[in-house]
């Protein structure tokens, strides 16, 4: 007998979906029922089920298993609580432009047995709202009701039509109960349902005036400046973005990444900020012409540098954006860029990269000599004062510095696993974002990645998700998948992350990965946030405890909390001022690499 549910388990399978992370509830009694049928028949499921004991870290999972496949995945929740414990990964999921099937079941609309799956719970009552898709309507690319069996294949295909076209993200299904139990002609559970003929749009490209403009302006520019942020979800588009800067001598700065968008060994990459005041580029206010390309925040018009100058364009600058998806980000309320810009294009990054190289504009650039040998020594000062502040030795007793701690993590990775491209790191550390992606900078494209958005608590989940992505999609020197994942995070970041359920699901799967928890004692950003607008205020004089953004004085117990959700499986170690940071990070890789074991390394910090 085939239901509603095998039907839409098969059309998933038919459109590529291979992992479906899931939290079942009431409302899932014919999936369940189909996925042992699945069992009786075949000895296995059309789709690998990932059981998720919370919904965010589920689809946190499916986010960072999309983002190492470029394959969407499923996340299957229950009903409007379902939805909603689906929590913050939703904006990450939207904002990284990540595309995920999410489906929910919603409670039975009969109560009195007219159809299978009538109401016979009290909670169905409960969780009958009048719009259970507006919870999460705004984040998503598509919503839509599946109100009966024939059209799944088509809703289906529709949804990761739009997921998977510019700008994608996430897309939300649902269905009542009764719908789902709902028995089918085998002839209807057998029609094909390819994505063929369903294809996601074509990537767009620049119009010709626009290549001319942006080509003439870079070529006769004294000082052009290149501005990303997450261009790297698109290796291909990362190398032709270092040929153009290498042809004409452009130096590459890198603002909010999500993704590797530049190799770090680039004769003329730059360096990172997270636009913290007078941590931007000065050559942000020198340049004449700015091509800002798949960039979230390129600069922020308030910001001063430590002189007090605006780090911002000067009024003069020819400013180019170009965006794969969503140049004038029309989700966003406020945004600056498009408004000082001389032109504006949707086009797919790699494409009209590419269509600039080909201009003819590339080997006739101003200065060339002369900015190359200036920025050749930026980039090395750059990489010279990192590899300095990770041997600067702390005073005894005094906690471990973020940079020297990265600096052995980064040691550690290089002696066991060797080959760039078999490490992942997944990177959640929020105030030390600027540290992070600059110290453990992977040289090769999709080395390190984040949610893309701002919603805390990706990593842990992401941290199984990129496991199962890479053996998927055979990644790694080897292409069985990663050697290594390393989640990095902060303290609170940690708790965010339902750790419980995330290290569960890592021991029930196997998906071994690395954790380094840099412990702040708290919310180190919300008070960052504090001091930018009172600098000089009452809570600049307290500690984080007195502020409440603090932990303290009786701090979590990170590493148990790891090892206990595993059983045991896990290995950990806390490593405070004085203790052997080296050789724990040593240990630390060998026990996930040899041994296939989650580890975690907890490094304390000075305290908030």
């Known amino acids: 007998m085939y239901t509603t549910s095998s039907l839409f388990f098969h059309t998933l399978a038919q459109v590529g979906i291979t992992h479906a992370f899931v939290n079942w509830g009431s409302d899932h009694p014919a999936l369940l029922e189909d996925l042992q049928r699945q069992r009786a028949d075949h000895g ?17 999972a499916a986010q960072a298993f999309t983002q190492v496949t470029n394959t969407p995945a499923a996340v299957i929740v229950h009903v409007d609580v379902g939805t909603q414990a689906l929590a913050g990964a939703v904006h990450n999921a939207s904002r990284g432009k990540v595309p995920i099937l999410v489906f929910a079941g919603a409670s039975p609309s009969t109560m009195e047995g007219e159809l299978k799956g009538s109401r016979n719970e009290w909670i169905h009552w409960m969780q009958d709202v009048p719009d259970q898709p507006a919870i999460v309507r705004q984040y998503m ?8 069996p024939e059209n799944i294949p088509h809703l289906v295909r529709r949804a990761l039509q739009i ?7 996430p897309v939300y299904l649902w269905a009542r109960r009764e719908v789902l139990e709902k028995e089918i002609d085998e002839s ?21 005036s626009a290549v001319n403009v942006i080509g003439d302006a870079l070529a006769q520019a004294n000082n052009p400046l290149i501005i990303t942020s997450y261009i790297g979800r698109n290796p291909a588009a990362v190398g032709a973005l270092e040929m153009l800067s290498r042809l004409m001598a452009i130096p590459v700065f890198v603002t909010c990444p999500s993704a590797t968008n530049v190799s770090l060994s680039h004769p003329f990459f730059v360096g990172v900020s997270f636009l913290a005041p007078g941590t931007h580029t ?21 910001n001063k540098d430590n002189q007090g100058n605006p780090e911002r ?15 004038l980000k029309d989700t966003i309320g406020m945004e600056h860029v498009a408004g ?11 494409v009209a990269l590419f269509q600039l190289l080909n201009s003819g504009s590339t080997g006739s650039a101003t200065g060339y000599y002369t900015r190359s040998r200036s920025t050749q020594a930026i980039h090395d000062a750059f990489i010279a004062d990192m590899r300095n502040a990770e041997a600067v030795m702390s005073e005894p007793n005094v906690p471990y510095l973020p940079s020297r701690i990265f600096g052995a993590l980064r040691t550690a990775v290089e002696n066991k696993v060797p080959h760039p491209a078999s490490t992942l790191y997944l990177n959640e550390t929020i105030s030390n974002y600027p540290l992070s992606w600059s110290h453990l900078h992977p040289d090769t494209p999709l080395g390190m990645l984040s949610s893309g958005g701002s919603s805390l608590g990706w990593a842990l989940g992401a941290g199984v998700g990129a496991v199962l992505g890479g053996v998927n999609a055979g990644k790694g020197a080897g292409k069985v998948g990663y050697e290594l994942v390393v989640s990095v995070v902060g303290d609170g970041t940690f708790l965010f992350g339902a750790p419980s359920s995330a290290f569960w699901m890592a021991r029930r799967y196997e998906t071994p990965f690395l954790t380094i928890v840099l412990n702040n004692g708290g919310w180190k950003s919300p008070k960052l946030s504090m001091l930018g607008i009172h600098p000089e205020g009452h809570g600049s004089k307290v500690t984080g405890n007195q502020l409440t953004v603090g932990f303290g004085p009786d701090m979590p117990d990170y590493v148990g909390i790891a090892v206990a959700a595993t059983g045991g499986w896990a290995w950990g170690k806390r490593v405070a001022a004085g203790d052997s940071l080296w050789e724990t990070m040593t240990e630390a890789v060998r026990i996930v690499v040899e041994e296939r074991r989650c580890a975690i390394v907890e490094c304390v910090l000075e305290s908030i």
């Open 313 to 327: 364009p000067s009024d003069d600058a020819r400013i180019f954006v170009i965006d794969s998806g969503d140049p």
């Open 340 to 350: 000082v810009a001389e032109l504006v294009s949707r086009a797919n990054a790699e």
């Open 188 to 208: 209807l559970f057998n029609s094909s349902a390819s994505l063929y003929k369903w294809p996601s749009i074509e990537p767009s490209a620049l119009s010709p």
């Open 282 to 302: 000065p050559l942000l206010s020198t340049a004449d012409v700015i091509l800002v390309i798949d960039a979230e925040v390129p600069w922020i018009p308030i």
């Open 141 to 148: 690319r598509f919503t839509a009701q599946i109100n009966a």
């Open 163 to 169: 997921a998977t076209s510019e700008p994608k993200g």
């Open 44 to 60: 296995n499921t059309a789709v690998e089920i990932v059981t998720c004991p919370n919904e965010m870290a589920a689809l946190s």
